[in-house]
C-alpha cells in the first residue's frame, strides 16, 4: 500500500494527509455528520480486497442523512463507484477500514441546521486489523452512561455527534480496567455495547435487542441473524432484553464491523456460562469470517471484489 494513501475529499482524489477542513466547518463545531464503516478483507489467494456489504452501508449512509437534513449530490452508484476507485487507488494487500462520511460543511457560527446545508462527502481508507483480541473474550461492565435517547440523538442515525457519548461509555470503561461495556436505555434495559450490537445466547436460542432500544441498526447484526438461520438453523428473537438477562445468559457476544463477532466472558464481574467461549458463538464466528474472506460461495452476494493491480499507483 502507498506510503501517503489516497482520500476522497472536496470532489476530488487527493492525498490523505491534504484532505483538512476548516476549523470553522459546523461539522467539527457541531458533530453534524453521518458516517459509516465498511471493512474489506483481503484474501491473498484471491489476491483481492473483499468489501462488506458495501451497498448496505451505503445505503444506510443515504438513509440517515435525512436525519440531519444534509443532501448529497452523488448517488448510491457514484458511492459505490468512488469507493471501488478509492481501494484501486491505494492498492491494499492487507485488511482495511473505509469511512465515507457525509458532513455540514457551512461555515457559520450557529448549530442551526440552514435550510440550504452545504454537504460534502469524504472517504479514507487505512490499513486495520482486528478491533478486538477477538479471540480472549471481553470482560465488560455495564456503563454508568445511557445510550443517547432517539429524542435526544437518534442512535440509529450514526450522527458523529453521538459518539461522545460512546466516547465517555468505552473511556470510562476501559479507565476501570474493563475491555468495554454495555449501555443501557434511559428505561434501563440492553441497547448495545460501546459501538457494537449484543447478542445473548440462551437455551440454544440467539436473542438480541430490538431496534426500539437506542440502537444502531447493524449491518453485521443483520447478517448474524441470517447466518444463524441458514448455517445453524438457529431463530433470533428480536425483544428488550433486562440487565440481569445479561448474567444468567448461556453466551454473550458483540457484533459489528469493526468488532466483528467477540465474545464477552464476563459482565460485572460475573461469569458468563463458564467464561470459556461458547460453541455458538464460536461457530457464528467461523461462519462471518469465512463469508467476509470469501470462503463460502452462498453469500458471494454481500461481497464487491477488488482485485489488486500489479502496479503501485
Ligand atoms: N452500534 C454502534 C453504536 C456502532 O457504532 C456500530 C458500528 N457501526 C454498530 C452498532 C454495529 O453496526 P455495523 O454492524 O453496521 O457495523
Redesign the pocket.
Known amino acids: 500500500m502507498k506510503d501517503n494513501l489516497v482520500a476522497f475529499f472536496e470532489d476530488n482524489f487527493v492525498g490523505l494527509n491534504d484532505a483538512k477542513v476548516s476549523i470553522m466547518c459546523h461539522a467539527f463545531m457541531y458533530g453534524t455528520a453521518i458516517f ?2 465498511i471493512r474489506g478483507y483481503y484474501n491473498s489467494s484471491h489476491d483481492t480486497v473483499y468489501l462488506f456489504r458495501l451497498n448496505e ?1 451505503i445505503q ?1 449512509l443515504l438513509e440517515n442523512i435525512k436525519i440531519l437534513r444534509l443532501e448529497v449530490k452523488y448517488t448510491q452508484n457514484d458511492i459505490y463507484q468512488l469507493i471501488v476507485d478509492l481501494v484501486n487507488k491505494n492498492n491494499p494487500k492487507e485488511d482495511i477500514y473505509i469511512r465515507p462520511s457525509v458532513y455540514n460543511s457551512a461555515k457559520k457560527i450557529g448549530p442551526g441546521l440552514g435550510t440550504i446545508n452545504p454537504s460534502d462527502l469524504s472517504i479514507f481508507m487505512i490499513p486495520f486489523g482486528d478491533y478486538f483480541n477477538a479471540n480472549s473474550g471481553l470482560k465488560v461492565h455495564v456503563s454508568s452512561w445511557r445510550r443517547v435517547e432517539d429524542n435526544a440523538i437518534p ?1 440509529r442515525g ?1 450522527i458523529v455527534g ?2 461522545a457519548n ?1 466516547a465517555l461509555a468505552k473511556g470510562d470503561a476501559q479507565a476501570s480496567g474493563f475491555d468495554d461495556c454495555i449501555v443501557l436505555t434511559e428505561s434501563g434495559h440492553v441497547s ?6 449484543i447478542f445473548l445466547v440462551k437455551h440454544g436460542k440467539l436473542i438480541t435487542s430490538s431496534i426500539t432500544d437506542n ?9 448474524v441473524i441470517k447466518l444463524a438461520k441458514s448455517e445453524l438453523n438457529i431463530e433470533t428473537i428480536d425483544r428488550t432484553i433486562d440487565r440481569s438477562e445479561l448474567y444468567l445468559a448461556d453466551e454473550i457476544f458483540f ?5 466483528q463477532i467477540t465474545p464477552v466472558l464476563n459482565v460485572d464481574n460475573r461469569k458468563i456460562g463458564n467464561e470459556k467461549v461458547g460453541l455458538i458463538t464460536a461457530r457464528i464466528q467461523e461462519q462471518y469470517l469465512k463469508t467476509c474472506r470469501g470462503e463460502l460461495n452462498k453469500f458471494k452476494d454481500w461481497l464487491t471484489p477488488v482485485k489488486s493491480t500489479s502496479q503501485v499507483h
Not at 457484533?255 to 468488532?259: I, K, V
Open positions: 459509516e464503516g452501508h444506510r442512535a450514526k453521538a459518539y460512546t448495545e455495547g460501546s459501538a457494537m450490537n440502537i444502531l441498526e447493524g449491518i453485521t447484526r443483520d447478517t457484533c459489528g464491523t469493526g468488532a
